[in-house]
Nanobody
């Protein structure tokens, strides 16, 4: 059974940092894309960042480039998202998700149906 367990959310001031983690189990981690989505109140869910296990390439939505860093800890089977220089527009519930993806480079997160989801973790950035 595939399980994704997210943690690390919280309340931080503008300019602060948070690190999200997602512990993965129940599947072979090769040939999967694993990433983070977020949903702000009243807004649609959007893809934030993902990593392709097939070729270790990464993808970021434009608004977080240069501020967020995604990584995969193979020893702990954990996906991490280091978020720096946070601003109120980063507020939302963050979800980790995975999909079988043997194709390598991720072009977009919105065009792919991620079929494994963890529970959300709340990130709140105050101004």
């Amino acid at each position: 059974e595939v399980q994704l367990q997210a943690s690390g959310g919280g309340l931080v001031q503008t300019g602060g940092s948070l690190r999200l983690s997602c512990a993965a189990s129940g599947f072979t981690f090769d040939d999967y894309a694993i990433g983070w989505f977020r949903q702000a109140p009243g807004k649609e869910r959007e893809g934030v960042s993902a990593i392709s296990r097939a070729d270790s390439s990464t993808w970021y939505t434009d608004s977080v480039k240069g501020r967020f860093t995604i990584s995969w800890d193979n020893a702990k089977h954990t996906l991490n998202l280091q978020m720096n220089n946070l601003n109120p527009e980063d507020t939302g519930v963050y979800y980790c998700a995975a999909v079988w993806w043997p194709y390598g480079k991720i072009i977009s997160m919105s065009g792919t149906t991620y079929n494994y989801w963890g529970q959300g973790t709340q990130v709140t950035v105050s101004s």
